[in-house]
């Protein structure tokens, strides 16, 4: 029961503190790209949740082993990339083989889900910090939740924030940038902010 | 002769160079990869929050998106890109070990305080996407000088925002005081996210602004030289017109 309540607790920490949008901005191009449409959010969500749990489980291991290594934070991100890069190609030559009608129809931006910041980042602040393997998976979880989250909210908000009412030079990439700023001070209240006032 | 002389024809730019100047300045202004795509804006955004944080992300991605830019223009277009972004990321990391190692030695606090936005360079868009859709695809020359102008698109805006953003939160400017206001909270990602989307806004506004005003001077420039044109031909058939005349 305690260990059902660390994992959910840890993936609403990732989900709503830790946000990968509107806490970290992990692979926010990423996600203004993906919320043009419904269904590429789905699409990269799933990709996205799969790599980053995948990888947050092989990631626990080589964190346990070489922990100590004096330069191991130098070369965390090659090895990280060798983790991501191995789940990578295992998983395309696997849906390669079984399903191929639906490699073709991934293949494409396939990468975007793979290789970007939002499943990096969540391996790096795994690094950061969490010591026990179900914390590691809870986190890849929760991270991949929230950008989920976040991608949905900013597909809801894509219609009115690109019509003519915003003046021509704020419609679309800059006008999101603030949005997803007064998302991040919403989320931001859930940590709270201390202004020095109390001691 | 007071005439012909008043209409001589002005110089107009030749507008092949003007092209040519204007697709290397993309990566400076019309692409800019932080105010006109946003496609490398997770550093910015979290991690430049003072001056000298925007200079160390902006050379340590410098360093990083040019070697492995220029390194991965020697694969082989043969293996499908589906399996070379995975080259373009180990390269990225490869190169990410010597340039952490030597900024750590100028700047050992300024790394660390970076944290993970250091890593999650190798991870930029400039190396995914931006290779196959337009440095790939131009001669090796002039991909060098594209990829300095698109690495220092990048810089200038990341060491203005962490100045920026070090003059609200804390009224300084590389630890000098400049202003006796400080708004500690602008640290936070809400500060970055609200600073670079009205950066971005300002920024296209003025480059629509420049664009459109180019675009009226041309105008002029074209309606004026068909006008000299016009009066040129006047001009000829009334002198052929007296030549006739002439017994």
């Known amino acids: 029961m305690d260990k059902l309540l660390l994992f959910i607790n840890t993936v609403m920490l990732a989900m ?12 926010t191009s990423v996600a203004f790209y993906a ?24 990631t626990f291991w080589f964190d346990a082993w070489l922990h100590d290594y004096e330069y191991y934070y130098v070369i965390m991100p090659l ?4 983790i991501v890069s191995v789940i990578y190609t295992a998983s395309l030559l696997v849906i390669w083989r079984f399903l191929p009608k639906l490699f073709r129809s991934i293949k494409k ?3 975007l889900s793979v290789f970007n910041a939002a499943v990096l980042g969540a391996l790096f602040l795994n690094t950061v910090y969490h010591a026990d393997l179900l914390q590691y998976i809870a986190f890849g979880v929760g991270i991949s939740a929230g950008f989920f989250i976040a991608v949905f909210f900013l597909h809801i908000a894509n ?3 690109n019509s003519p009412l915003i003046p021509e030079a704020f419609r679309g990439m800059p006008i999101m940038m603030v949005f997803v700023g007064i998302m991040s001070l919403a989320f931001y209240a859930l940590t709270g902010y201390n202004t020095g006032a109390i001691a | 002769m007071a005439t012909a002389k008043q209409i001589k024809p002005k110089k107009i730019k030749q507008k092949t160079d003007f092209r040519f100047t204007r697709d290397l300045l993309d990566g400076l202004a019309k692409q800019n990869v932080v105010l006109m795509t946003g496609i490398v804006t997770a550093p910015v955004i979290i991690a430049a929050t003072s001056f000298k944080k925007g200079v160390v992300i902006a050379l340590a991605f410098a360093i990083i998106s040019f070697l492995t830019i220029l390194t991965c223009s020697f694969v082989p277009k043969k293996i499908v890109y589906t399996l070379r972004v995975i080259i373009y990321a180990l390269v990225g990391s490869v190169y990410y070990i010597p340039t952490v190692l030597l900024l750590e030695k100028i700047f050992p606090l300024t790394v660390e305080l970076i944290g993970i936005y250091m890593p999650l360079i190798i991870t930029n868009a400039l190396i995914f996407s931006k290779t196959e859709s337009r440095f790939y695809l131009e001669s090796k020359s002039k991909m060098i000088i594209d990829v300095i102008m698109f690495v220092a698109g990048f810089s200038v805006i990341c060491v203005l925002t962490g100045a920026f953003r070090e003059m609200i939160c804390f009224g300084t400017l590389a630890g000098i005081k400049l202003l006796d206001i400080s708004i500690p909270a602008f640290e936070a990602p809400f500060g970055g996210f609200i600073l670079v989307g009205i950066m971005a806004g300002m920024f296209r506004a003025l480059y629509n602004y420049l664009r459109n005003r180019r675009i009226k001077q041309n105008k002029e420039l074209e309606r004026a030289e068909a006008l ?4 040129e031909e006047q001009l000829i058939k009334e ?4 030549l006739k005349q002439l017994p």
Not at chain 1, 35 to 58: A, C, H, P, Q
Not at chain 1, 79 to 82: D, F, K, V
Request: aromatic letters at 12%; a positive charge; hydrophobic letters at 40%.
């Open chain 1, 35 to 58: 919320s043009r449409k419904k269904e590429s959010i789905i699409g990269l969500g799933l990709g996205i949740t799969y790599v980053t749990v995948m990888s947050s489980f092989v």
């Open chain 1, 159 to 161: 219609d009115r924030l």
């Open chain 1, 79 to 82: 090895i990280y990339t060798l």
């Open chain 1, 16 to 27: 709503f503190v830790e946000n990968a949008i509107f806490s970290r901005a992990l692979g």
């Open chain 2, 239 to 242: 002198k052929t017109n007296q």
């Open chain 2, 228 to 231: 000299r044109k016009q009066k």
């Open chain 1, 109 to 111: 931006y396939v990468h």
